[in-house]
């Protein structure tokens, strides 16, 4: 008998801790259970890269901050209609662009955008690419002045985009999204996202060239 209990706890093997529980995993045994752990480890994962992806979207620390705590609040309330067949990831950037387009539209006067580095950019084939004119490969800190202006250029031209073209911009370049799971959160076709990123780097690239020519 002794035998027997020992050979049953050799080959007992514990629950994966919740680091290891994917996004989806998380999300429907908290809408199941209402497990604090299971959420508290969701937002856990996604604090940063929301909260830069709102802080980039609406250009303020106090809006962002609000918009985050909105966006767990709806995750919270809305996650009994988590379809299981979706990505939590693109799910959780709806509710977010959601957020942050209402934010907006509360508060006209406010400043679109104000960005910061990106940390991930991808090239452009056709003319100036968001890349070309966010980031300078020269270390030489003399250029520094022109990386603000360059910085500040790009916010005005950020601003003159319409609303779908912005967010795609947000999507794709900054937060690194495919263009599928841009299509998803934007609920449009593939294509569309191609077509309003093509656009969209177009219209930055005028913007760019008749503002100050002189920094390229």
Known sequence: ?????????????EPPSLDQWSDEDLLTQYRETGRRDLFAEL???YERELYSYLRRYLGSVEAAEDAFQAVFLQVHLKCQQFDPQRRVRP?????????????????????AVSLDR?????????GRGLAELTVSDEPDPA??????E???????????????MRSVIHLVYYQGL???EAAEVLSIPVGTVRSRL?????????????HHPDLD
């Open 1 to 13: 008998m002794k035998a027997t209990l020992s050979k049953a706890k050799a080959h007992r093997t």
């Open 43 to 45: 937002v856990h994962r």
């Open 91 to 111: 799910w959780l950037y709806t509710i977010a662009t959601n957020q942050a387009i209402d934010a907006q539209r509360g508060n006209r006067r406010h400043r």
């Open 118 to 126: 990106p940390s991930r950019l991808r090239e452009v084939d056709e």
């Open 143 to 148: 250029l520094q002045v022109a990386d603000d």
């Open 150 to 164: 360059r910085d500040k250029l790009l916010s005005a031209a950020l601003e003159e985009l319409s609303e779908p």
């Open 178 to 180: 495919l263009y599928r």
């Open 198 to 210: 093509h656009t969209a780097i177009t219209k930055l690239a005028e913007f760019w060239n008749r």
